[in-house]
């Protein structure tokens, strides 16, 4: 692909994706020019959707990895298990991605433990190498080799955040959720369901969304907005589909339901 095609929407064979912007320029030329890349954005706004395209897109294997507390450096890299009675080396999906020239991504990198970052460092600069201390082996990234990472800001304290000397490592994109009619237009094409019956859903979840940080922890995302369109495709009623789907997954707090259910009524009547 050249570095300055298209922003289509779907590639042959890529997951769908429809640009917010340059988004997709930006990702190209870094898998191009072998930088690693930070993706910024709220949960469920599409960063994962854009590595699956983009990979298709450019053809490369991808690894995805979703970070939690207990992720480890040797998670990433690779352990020595038993196999039949001996002990082998079983490369992790980081090193993986450094031998075959693949993109591995790394979902809510700031989840992960402090040593993973040291791991990370050679492979985010022009050294593009990763030691394996188990083995013994020093590989320099193949050709095609891409680090992508993302993490959600709204999440972010004084205990879980990057470094500045990690941050300033990679190129950086922020990613919100894409204005009404672009999302309109997305979960109509996600979920089958006509874009003027989608359309309400989008109005709501932007009330919902203005509520985040006084009654709810997190908006909507646009992944749940799927969900929902999906299931009145499916013939549910429209009230249950919300309720299952931007309702419930948001809050467990029975008044803050109450609240939700009255916006539902507001825009749906």
């Known amino acids: 692909m050249d570095v300055m095609g298209h ?29 690693p890349l930070l993706l910024k954005g709220p949960t469920g706004c599409g960063k994962t959707r854009l590595v699956s395209h ?46 075959e020239g693949a993109i591995c991504y790394l979902d809510e990198v700031v989840e992960a433990r402090k040593d993973v970052t ?21 590989l320099t990234a193949a050709p095609g080799f891409m680090l992508v990472a993302s993490y959600n800001p709204g999440y972010q304290n004084i205990l879980k955040t990057l470094k ?22 997305i979960v109509a094409a996600e979920s089958g369901l006509a874009a ?9 979840a932007g009330k919902l969304r203005a509520l985040k940080g ?9 992944r749940l907005l799927v969900y929902g369109a999906t299931l009145i495709a499916q013939g549910m ?7 299952a789907a931007l309702i419930e997954p948001l809050t467990d707090d029975a008044e803050v339901k109450r609240g939700l ?9």
């Open 7 to 35: 922003d289509e929407e779907g590639a042959v064979g890529a997951p769908f994706y429809r640009p917010q912007g340059d988004e997709c320029d930006v990702f190209a030329h870094a898998h191009a020019l072998g930088l």
């Open 237 to 243: 009623p429209v009230e249950r589909a919300v309720r």
């Open 164 to 185: 500045p000397s990690t941050r300033q490592r990679f190129l950086s994109i922020a990613i919100d959720f894409a204005p009404p009619d672009q999302e309109t237009a």
């Open 118 to 138: 040291v791991v990370l460092h050679p492979l985010t600069d022009d050294r593009r190498r990763l030691l394996i201390d188990r083995t013994g082996e020093d």
């Open 54 to 99: 983009m990979a298709a897109r450019l053809g490369r294997p991808l690894y995805t990895v979703a970070c939690h507390d207990d992720l480890s450096a040797a998670d990433l890299i690779g352990r020595y298990l038993l196999k039949g009675g001996e002990t082998v080396w079983v490369d992790g999906p980081l090193t993986r991605a450094v031998r």
């Open 261 to 269: 259910l009255d916006l539902f009524t507001a825009v749906f009547g």
């Open 214 to 222: 006084q009654d709810l922890e997190e908006g909507v995302s646009t």
């Open 196 to 204: 003027d019956r989608v359309a309400p859903l989008v109005r709501l």
